[in-house]
């Protein structure tokens, strides 16, 4: 077995984890592949002396990895789908970072983590991802995304008219800033900052949230994931932004845009007495009464 291990060079994802991983699988015939610029970050910041080998790429990971530890917060795990891909390589996430609603894992408990992974005793939360149709050539391969996709104004310039539809049925005209199509794994970002509801990751859903809408009758509204978006954008400018999670393009007001859910999923690691209630619990604090 190999493991991979991503992480983004930074003060938080200090040795300690990567030398507790190591210790833990020396003995169990398993391999770790390693980030190459976070191994380079370790050997030059830290003096890390621990001999391992790299990946840099999509291909390096897939031919060699059965499965990718995730050492950071949710952005680090929004990067992981761009190396495993249609691959289905399980991601194991573990917040090293802030808020963690995708790194469930803390990084108090990642030896334990890491154990009962390779005692097989986990399940895969499928994600499902959303697919950019149109404007492919702006993200590469990479035309899909986890959390959500949006399109934007571009700079602080004058607001959008975003006509939707929805498998070619007129929805309405968005005159806003721009508009997010969340999946439900993706309700708990930018669509909530936004005023758009909370979905479980299970609902099959599409959620249509508006940025600083014009009109402010206009709320978000809640689709079935079947269904295909596509939009027609104008404005005063004749070019926009688009985003598929953290990843941004500029396209041009001709270009044609369709948005559908992809035909694969993002396979999350989780374990027992995991679950996304008790995630929201936490992270959202319900139930804490800070006036005490």
């Known amino acids: 077995m190999t493991i991979a291990v991503y992480a983004r060079s930074t003060k938080d994802n200090h040795p300690l984890y990567l030398e507790k991983i190591s210790a833990l699988v020396k003995d169990k015939n398993v391999e770790l592949i390693v980030f190459k610029p976070y191994y380079e970050f370790l050997q030059k910041n830290y003096g890390f002396k621990l001999s391992l080998n790299t990946f840099s790429n999509t291909e390096q990971l897939v031919s060699k990895a059965n499965c990718v530890v ?28 802030r808020l963690g609603f995708l790194a469930s894992v ?52 004058a607001m959008i008219n975003i006509d939707t539809y929805v498998d070619g049925v007129f929805l309405n005209s968005y005159f806003a800033d721009g508009l997010i199509i969340s999946t439900p794994t993706g309700s708990t970002a930018y669509s909530l900052s936004c005023g758009g509801p ?33 939009f027609k954008i ?11 999670d953290s990843r941004s393009a500029q ?42």
């Open 70 to 97: 995730c050492l950071g917060g949710d952005g680090t795990m929004l990067e992981t789908l761009a190396f495993v891909r249609r691959s289905g390589i399980p991601v194991l996430g573990v917040n090293t970072g």
């Open 106 to 157: 803390s990084k108090d408990d990642i030896e334990k983590s890491v154990a009962l992974f390779l005692d097989k005793k986990f399940s895969l939360d499928k994600r499902e991802l959303l697919e950019l149709v149109g404007g492919e050539d702006f993200f590469e391969e990479v035309n899909y995304a986890l959390n959500e996709f949006t399109i934007h104004k571009k700079d602080s310039s």
């Open 198 to 230: 909370i979905m479980i990751p299970d609902s099959e859903n599409f959620i249509i949230t508006p940025i600083a809408p014009h009109n402010l009758n206009v709320r978000p509204i809640v689709i079935s994931n079947n269904k295909t978006l596509s």
């Open 234 to 244: 104008s404005g005063r400018y004749d070019s926009f932004n688009i985003a598929l």
């Open 251 to 292: 396209v041009n007001s001709i270009t044609e845009i369709k948005v559908k859910k992809a035909d694969f999923s993002f396979n999350m690691v989780t374990f027992e007495g995991q679950h996304f209630f008790e995630t929201l619990r936490n992270k959202l604090l319900w139930g804490i009464d800070k006036r005490h």
